[in-house]
T-cell receptor
Framework: AQRVTQPEKLLSVFKGAPVELKCNYS??????LFWYVQYSRQRLQLLLR??SRESIKGFTADLNKGETSFHLKKPFAQEEDSAMYYC????????????FGAGTILRVKS | KAGVTQTPRYLIKTRGQQVTLSCSPI?????VSWYQQTPGQGLQFLFE???????NKGNFPGRFSGRQFSNSRSEMNVSTLELGDSALYLC????????????FGSGTRLTVV
């Protein structure tokens, strides 16, 4: 079965420190992966997609098919990065079903 | 450009009742999907509609149903409510399919008492 694993419930770092939010997946085909973020009292929003190979708010994520991982990284954490982060893969014939991980709370301390 | 709009924001229902939730997607978006979010199970896919057709369905009992109208607006219905149906129900829309990423609404918080 398709599965997304985020092993850390909570990641706490100091401002200016590097951040790596881990995501591993299990998928039988070619996965399409996403990171979504939910800031306090805001709606869930798309952060980035692996197909775009983009950097959003300083975050990047590289798909490693060998390790079946899609870790989210940022070299220098900022306090405004504190939020819940969800890794998700796109499943279904039309890629229309998102399978989410359990989420990781990122807390950036000053 | 207006985002995904869900109504109502909050609902309190009694066990055994039924409930209908509404979702208006972003203008031009034809794919609408629904998710249930709970502290225990996280985010779980309910179903997805495209051009009024259900294309995919998650592992939920038949009490959970939905539909999409010609203007892409969608509703989901839960019949014979159970306490375990208490959750945040999220609607998301996309232009065609999920590969471009979905835009989520703020959700409807359903409490079953």
């Amino acid at each position: 079965a398709q599965r997304v694993t985020q092993p850390e419930k909570l990641l706490s770092v100091f401002k200016g420190a590097p951040v790596e939010l881990k995501c591993n997946y299990s998928y039988s085909g070619s996965p399409e992966l996403f990171w979504y973020v939910q800031y306090s009292r805001q709606r869930l929003q798309l952060l980035l997609r692996h197909i775009s190979r983009e950097s959003i708010k300083g975050f990047t994520a590289d798909l490693n098919k060998g390790e079946t991982s899609f870790h989210l990284k940022k070299p220098f954490a900022q306090e405004e990065d504190s939020a819940m982060y969800y890794c998700a893969l796109s499943d279904g014939e039309y890629g229309n079903k998102l399978v989410f991980g359990a989420g990781t709370i990122l807390r950036v301390k000053s | 450009k207006a985002g995904v709009t869900q109504t109502p924001r909050y609902l309190i229902k009694t066990r055994g009742q039924q409930v209908t939730l509404s979702c208006s997607p972003i203008s031009g978006h034809r794919s609408v999907s629904w998710y249930q979010q709970t502290p225990g199970q996280g985010l779980q896919f309910l179903f997805e509609y495209f051009s009024e057709t259900q294309r995919n369905k998650g592992n939920f009992p038949g009490r959970f149903s939905g539909r999409q109208f010609s203007n892409s607006r969608s509703e989901m219905n839960v019949s014979t409510l159970e306490l375990g149906d208490s959750a945040l129900y999220l609607c998301a829309s996309s232009l065609a399919a999920g590969r471009s990423g979905y835009t989520f609404g703020s959700g409807t918080r359903l409490t079953v008492v």
